[in-house]
């Protein structure tokens, strides 16, 4: 899951080597981290969060396949 938000994130950004993400795992459940420039948080999260949201949705997708509860969080 580290991966693709890793993708998707660069692909959004100005500065896609700013881009950091971490993965944290405890059983099924896996909390990815995202951290861009603050400059670049506009554009991660979108008009009222909907890229963000689109984000964890793509991301819910594939995680369903590989039966996982994964956590998407932005953070500063």
Do not use: N, W
Request: hydrophobic share 45%; no cysteine.
């Amino acid at each position: 899951m580290k991966e693709l938000v890793e993708v998707i994130a660069k692909a959004l950004v100005e500065k896609p080597e700013e881009v950091v993400v971490t993965e944290e795992t405890d059983g099924k459940h896996v909390t990815v981290k995202l951290k861009v420039d603050p400059s670049d948080m506009g554009k991660v999260i979108g008009k009222q969060g909907r890229i963000a949201k689109a984000i964890r949705s793509v991301v819910k997708a594939a995680s369903t396949k590989e039966d996982l509860f994964v956590d998407v969080d932005i953070i500063e």
